[in-house]
């Protein structure tokens, strides 16, 4: 009985008592999903600087994360809110280059194409939506690419 009651009345951890459940040097925080959802929410609420901070601390300290390739999109969409086009496309073709086989590949060059649109450059715009279409046949952005290709001059 007396060991039970000692037991109910452990300290719980804190940040200033180390938890014994992590191995040691594993830093304390939010994990990767939690740091995703975080960053996101920043995001949607329009604090573009502090959401891209988010995502880079992701990719940082969870390189394996499979939503880095997503977090890598969001910080080139988060300097495309900004209006600074060049780190958004520099982004853009990062993620495409980088993580070719995930979902964020085509919407990376979608956006990077449309970018292009914008700046009036519509001979590279036309090489990455024709990359879309021959790389990425089933994404839905190949879908829209294909219409781009059809309507851009």
Do not use: H, W
Not at 126 to 135: E, F, G, P, Q, Y
Request: hydrophobic fraction near 40%; proline fraction near 8%; charge should be positive.
């Amino acid at each position: 009985m007396e060991s039970r009651a000692e037991s109910m009345s452990a300290p719980v951890p804190t940040a200033a008592t180390p938890d014994s459940t992590k191995p040691a040097g594993v830093a304390s925080g939010p994990g990767p999903a939690q740091l995703f959802q975080i960053a996101f929410d920043q995001m949607q609420r329009g604090s573009f600087g502090v959401a891209r901070s988010g995502f880079q601390e992701l990719v940082n300290k969870y390189p394996s994360f499979d939503a880095v390739p997503s977090a890598q999109l969001y910080i080139g969409q988060s300097f495309a809110e900004e209006k600074n086009v060049s780190a958004a496309d520099s982004v853009y073709q990062l993620v495409a280059a980088k993580y070719p086989q995930s979902k964020a590949a085509p919407t990376a060059l979608y956006k990077f194409a449309l970018s292009l649109i914008a700046q009036k450059k519509t001979a590279p715009a036309k090489t990455a939506l024709s990359r879309i279409v021959k790389d990425y046949p089933n994404s839905d952005e190949a879908s829209l690419a294909r219409d781009l290709l059809r309507t851009t001059k």
